[in-house]
């Protein structure tokens, strides 16, 4: 006998509620009151901020995922409870699409511009809610912040269709809790965004950890922050761990640097007795505002005829950042100094960012620290000269590939073809580190008027090794490394547009 799988399209979150209802209590057996209980719960920790009079929505029954069926075998189907191992799968579509079109071939670019992602419903309760990838634009707020994405891949309805999204789920507390999530949800984006690395499974991640931990991995306990570090060592990474007691008030601008350079960060929360990890995948855009509040940073130029300037930091704007957090929806809002605004007990809101880790590629060896406190030590003792004495700077730091920060060189109309071929020609690693300088009206153009380039797998900062070039003022420096000093040669550079490929915008 041949199953075939249910679908229904369904065009407002009314029908969609009243869809899942009669899917669970049919499918799962689950019994009434329960299900209103449970799917109330789902839409408002997940499901809130739902475009919903913009979207239509194809529910599937029954669908293997490949995450809840990995905790099944490993875990669940061990059980004397019968757990169900199939799952809903409800994608979502811009409104207006029929199911006549996923066989319609004239229709298949359609398809491929309305799809907005999907989620998984888990038969698992309380927490229904499993793998999901969303783009951000099905949410109320999504054009107010920038994350980073990759490509996800889902065959929906027989036909392949693929969504840029930060990937998500809800903790079961039994095979993954928020740790495990975490780590998911990180090798998830990497393994689908990069090919040197690929996604994992929770049976994974227990394997990887089992070397490390002396107790049993599931039901699981979850994770302290040096096993999440050891984790993504493993997985290839060359994990670096910040904490605020080591780093204090330079903590979080580090974090922001890291932010700003398209690197998730997994962060530590600690409150009430609470210890929680979430990821960190983007921020609000930059609005011309920013640059007015930021409090400058004055540096004295080791000159002492010229005095100070002052430097406004990208890395100082106080503003929201976009959290994966596996109690609540993807791209959660908020602060730095409250990121749990969006919970109601009063013990999470207490919580406060304790720590992170940055997954940085193998090759990176020069880390953001070590990189602000060169290029302070650059702008005051070399490129001073430049100065008279009161400038205001805009300064943004950020990691980047060299391959990317390349084209973006190369297609900047607003650079002559003298400064592209110097920067397209130049020998880099594969990452690099980039300070781009500015003023406080043309950033506000998204221009600027200076770079600062370092090599990335370079840690000698005593002397200029880390340097690649420098161009300011229609100059260029570079590292001479047969006279061990550095070497001013004539270049001019017009105000150019600034980088955004890390988060698609700034």
Not at 372 to 387: A, C, D, G, H, I
Not at 425 to 438: G, R
Request: aromatic share 14%.
């Amino acid at each position: 006998m041949i199953e075939l799988i249910d679908k229904r399209l369904v065009n407002d979150k009314t029908e969609l509620i009243y869809t899942l209802k009669s899917f669970l209590e049919e499918k799962f057996q689950i019994s009434g009151k329960s299900v209103d209980r449970y799917l109330n719960d789902l839409l408002y920790r997940y499901m809130a901020n739902l475009k919903d009079d913009q979207l239509s929505y194809l529910i599937e029954f029954p669908y293997t995922d490949k995450v809840y069926r990995n905790s099944f075998y490993h875990y669940y189907a061990s059980k004397l409870y019968s757990y169900k191992r199939d799952c809903i799968r409800v994608s979502i579509f811009q409104k207006g699409i029929e199911q006549s079109y996923f066989r319609d071939s004239t229709k298949s670019d359609l398809l491929s511009k309305s799809f907005l992602g999907f989620f998984i419903v888990r038969p698992l309760t309380p927490a229904l809610l499993g793998r999901n990838a969303l783009d951000k634009a099905v949410f109320t707020h999504g054009n107010n912040f920038l994350i980073m994405t990759a490509p996800i891949s889902a065959a929906i309805n027989g036909i392949k269709l693929t969504v840029n999204s930060f990937p998500h789920s809800s903790q079961d507390s039994e095979t993954i809790s928020c740790a495990e999530t975490t780590l998911w949800s990180l090798m998830e984006y990497f393994g689908n965004k990069y090919p040197e690395y690929k996604p994992i499974l929770p049976s994974k991640i227990h394997e990887i950890l089992s070397f490390r931990k002396p107790e049993r991995q599931v039901p699981s306990n979850g994770l302290e922050l040096m096993d999440i570090s050891f984790a993504l060592k493993k997985f290839g990474f060359g994990s670096k761990v910040y904490t605020k007691s080591e780093f204090g008030d330079q903590f979080f601008n580090l974090f922001r640097i890291y932010i700003e350079s398209g690197i998730p960060v997994v962060t530590t929360l600690q409150g009430s007795g609470i210890g929680h990890a979430i990821l960190c995948v983007g921020r609000r855009k930059f609005i011309p505002g920013d640059v007015d509040n930021i409090q400058p940073v004055d540096i004295a130029l080791t000159d002492p005829t010229k005095g100070n300037i002052s430097l406004y930091f990208n890395s100082r704007i106080e503003r929201d950042f976009i959290f994966i957090d596996d109690n609540w929806g993807a791209y959660q809002s908020a602060s730095l100094s409250s990121p749990c605004a969006h919970y109601k007990s009063a013990d999470w809101l207490s919580c406060q960012i304790t720590a992170f880790v940055a997954p940085l590629y193998s090759k990176i060896y020069l880390e953001a620290f070590q990189v602000e406190s060169y290029m302070l030590t650059y702008v005051r003792n070399y490129l001073q000269k430049y100065f008279n004495g009161g400038e205001k700077i805009f300064f943004r730091m950020f990691l980047a590939s060299s391959r990317s920060f390349k084209a973006h060189i190369a297609y900047n109309s607003a650079l002559d073809d003298d400064v592209k071929e110097v920067f397209v020609s130049c020998t880099m690693p594969k990452f690099i580190w980039v300070a781009e300088l500015s003023d406080l009206d043309l950033i506000k153009e998204k221009k600027g008027n200076g770079l600062i380039i370092l090599d990335a797998t370079e840690v000698n900062i005593m002397d200029n090794k880390p340097l690649i070039l420098s161009v300011f003022q229609n100059v260029l420096t570079i590292w001479n490394d047969q006279l061990g000093e550095l070497e001013d040669i004539p270049l001019h550079l017009d105000h150019f547009d600034i980088y955004i490929n890390n988060l698609g915008g700034f």
